[in-house]
Structures are given as C-alpha cells and as structure tokens.
C-alpha cells in the first residue's frame, strides 16, 4: 500500500498545474495554516489547486487511494477546513472573478473572496452582496446560506446565485442552474459544500447604490441607549437602511458602537441616524471609513457563534449589553446585526430557515493566550445562552462552527432535511465530502 501511495503520490504532483505539499515539504507548514491559530490539523496532502482539472485530479487521487477529502476555499471558515491526514483540495489559487456588465452578473472562482469580487466588479458600478468583510470567501458565504451587508435592501445572498460548477464525490463535472440539474440548484441554496467542490458561482449583481454610512462611537456604559436607538433606527426603518450595533473590546476598556448604513444619499442617512447622533458619543466617522470597522488579525485565537431572534426587546438588549461589556480578550467583539425587509419578503424563492427572524446576535471571541480558552468559549456560549427566550433556533450555518447534529438540523431547516438527504444520496452517496456542516445521505 505504501508503495502504491508514493507512487500515486508520484503522479499527482507530476500532473498538477498546481503545487502538491506532504509533511516534509518546504511550504506544507505554510499551506496548512488557517487565520484560527485554535487549528493545527496536519492534512495527508494539500493539493492547491489552479483550475479545475486539476481538482478532478485531486478528487481521483483520493478516491483511488480512500483518503478523506477536505475542501479548503477562500475565506476564514470557524474551525478551518483541514483534517488530520485526508486530503485538502485548496481553491485559494482559484479566485478568477469575470464580470459580464451588460447581464449584471460575474462567475466567481471557488477560491475568491469578498475582496476579489469586490474589486473586480466595482469599477463596473456593480455590487453583489455578499459578505460583510473582504476576507469571507465568496463560495462558502453564498452556498452556506449566508447574509450580507445590503441584505435588507435587495434579498439574502443565495437569492442572487444563478449557477454553480461542481466536481463531484465521482470526479465528474457538473453544472447546476434553474434548468439543470434544478433539485441540485435548489440544495446547493443554504446546503453548502455537501454535494460537491464548488469550483465557479455565477451570481446576479446590482447597480451600485448611493452607499452612504455612517459609524458613532460612545462609551461602553451607553450601550444599552445606544442599542435602544438603533433597534428604531434600523429595525424599524426603511428596507435600504442597514448595519450592525456592537461592542469592540479594547484598552482600558470596551467601546459601543452603530454603523448605520443607507442606500441612497447622504441627506437620508443624516435625518435616519439622527437619534444616534443626537446621543452624546466620543466620534463619528461618515462615508467610506465608517465601512472599514478593523477586523480581528490572523494568527490569534477565535471562536464564534449566532442566534437568530424573532425580537428585540428592551430585556434582550439588557442582556446582550451587560454580557458584551465583559469580553474575554482585547479583539472580541458582540454584533447585533439586523434582519428583515427583503430578507423576510423572501422573493427568490430560496427560502433560508433564519429569513423570518429580525435580528442576528453574533458574539465573536478573539484571543492569544490559550490560557485564556475556556473563558473565551464560556463567554460566546453565555452570550447566545442569554438571548435564547428570544432564539428562533434557525441560523445562517455560516456563522457557526460544530455545535451538533442538533444545530445543523436548525440551520438547514427541519422541513428541507429529506429533500436534502435525497440530494446527498444522488451526488454523494458515500458522504465523502462530510467535513462541514454536514448532511448524510438518506
């Protein structure tokens, strides 16, 4: 066996366009890396991929030899994608994103992130919205059921996918759209990467709108005011107004913050943020900037999870407040990030279990001190704990890591599950692509 392993071994690295790495290899301790410094998986073999033959390549090596496949995309992913000794078909080199302006619409390599896309479609006057910060891969945000910053304004992310390719559990090529392979399109809608590697998306975008925004800092001790307002602002304004309320800890001590965000003009933000700038704060940042709140670097320690809320009662701000002004590490950070508009009128007719709540409450733990672990996970685990009288218990699954079975069956949507499970059945009836938020065949 072992000869046959070195021998197809061999071959997979003579035939790729991509690199190969194996343990020993200069650079496999570099492409194993994930930005959670929580993960240190060792992978059998990485094969980075540059397109995608060499991913039908990859998927027959591992079949051939029965490793385990895991996928590795562009983005940040809770607990990586690696596994101890399977193979990881990374995509990253994969971030090719093609804009067609006159059909208002781009195909997205499997590996792009947000800030590819971004960046390709923008000088277009285009947008899709995906995302909510550039490094959030593009393939997993959208097959995972996830939301985006103009959410509100023009519908949920998947509600803008209009094909797919995937490589399947059988190395075959397959596309996936409204006219083919249609029960395939209609899975790969919040199902994520279960039935195959994802190798482009083609998704709808928008005429870029008049995004003005807006961002108040106050002090921690205002939060519960503060929250209060935007709770009215935002959840009760228009469908184009949008943003998140959070708490950025920090030395010496944690700040409050809005962003609020419009699409249309400036003129309109400033009379719909008025309660918010009308409460004392300590700044205020408008235009591009109050977009660039600073994400948590790489290398540190992180955990998150969400819990969608059908409301938000001055009892739950109480309580998410007095939980985020106790963060466990400098980098963490609560975000109340607010549903409804387009997202609940659900016109795509993709309908996402979380689509009815009005609200996510998302705690994100960042830390460097693995001393510091079991106060981190404890304070996420408190913090969705805490609003559960209000939970709906669905949740877009890209904002969580392993939380069970259980979770997983609340994300997908109890309803959808057997339809789900036939799916799985047809294209990967081995559950060889089970590394995710996993669906087994039924």
Request: hydrophobic share 45%.
């Amino acid at each position: 066996m072992a000869s046959k392993a070195h021998t197809a071994l061999a071959a997979l690295r003579a035939e790729l366009a991509g690199e190969v790495f194996a343990p020993g290899d200069p650079g496999y301790d570099g492409a194993r890396a994930v930005p959670n410094a929580r993960t240190d998986r060792r992978p059998a073999v990485i094969a980075r991929c540059a397109h995608v033959t060499d991913v039908v390549r990859a998927v027959r090596f591992a079949r051939e030899l029965d490793l385990r496949i895991a996928v590795r995309g562009g983005g940040l992913g809770l607990a990586g994608t690696l596994v101890d000794g399977a193979l990881e078909v990374d995509l990253r080199r994969m971030h090719e994103v093609t804009v067609d302006p006159a059909a208002e619409a781009a195909r997205v390599g499997g590996g792009a992130t947000v800030g590819h896309l971004d960046r390709a479609t923008l000088p277009y006057g285009l947008a899709a919205t995906v995302g909510r910060t550039a490094a959030v891969g593009v393939a997993g945000c959208v097959l995972g059921g996830g939301t985006g910053p103009l959410d509100r304004a023009v519908g949920p992310v998947a509600d803008h996918l209009v094909g797919v390719e995937l490589v399947t559990a059988d190395a075959e090529r397959v596309h996936a759209n409204a006219d083919e392979n249609p029960e395939l399109f209609r899975a790969l809608h919040g199902g994520g990467g279960n039935f195959g590697i994802a190798t482009a998306l083609t998704l709808t975008l928008h005429e870029l709108p008049r995004l003005a925004a807006v961002a108040v800092l106050y002090r921690p001790e205002a939060g519960p005011a503060v929250v209060r307002a935007f709770r009215e602002v935002v959840g009760g304004g228009p469908d184009e107004a949008g943003g998140t309320a959070l708490y950025l800890s920090g030395r010496p001590a944690p700040s409050c913050a809005a962003l609020v965000t419009y699409a249309g003009g400036e003129e309109e933000l400033g009379a719909l943020a008025g309660p918010l700038t009308a409460l004392p704060h300590e700044g205020e940042v408008c235009g591009a900037r109050a977009l660039g709140l600073p994400y948590p670097p790489g290398g540190l320690r992180a955990h998150w999870s969400a819990q969608c809320l059908t409301a938000l009662p001055d009892a739950a701000v109480d309580t998410v407040c007095a939980l985020a002004a106790d963060p466990p590490a400098p980098g963490s950070r609560l975000m109340l990030l607010p549903l409804g508009g387009a997202v609940a009128a659900g016109a795509g007719g993709h309908r996402l279990p979380y689509q009815g709540a009005a609200w996510i409450m998302h705690p994100f733990a960042c830390w460097a001190d693995p001393a510091d672990d079991e106060r981190a996970l404890a304070w996420v685990r408190d913090a969705c704990a805490g609003v559960r009288p209000w939970s709906t218990d669905a949740v877009p699954l890209t904002l969580i890591g392993d939380e069970g079975p259980e979770r997983v069956r609340a994300g997908l949507g109890e309803g959808n599950l057997l339809g789900l499970e036939k799916v799985k059945r047809r294209y990967d009836p081995d559950n060889v692509f089970r590394f995710n938020h996993n669906i087994r065949p039924l």
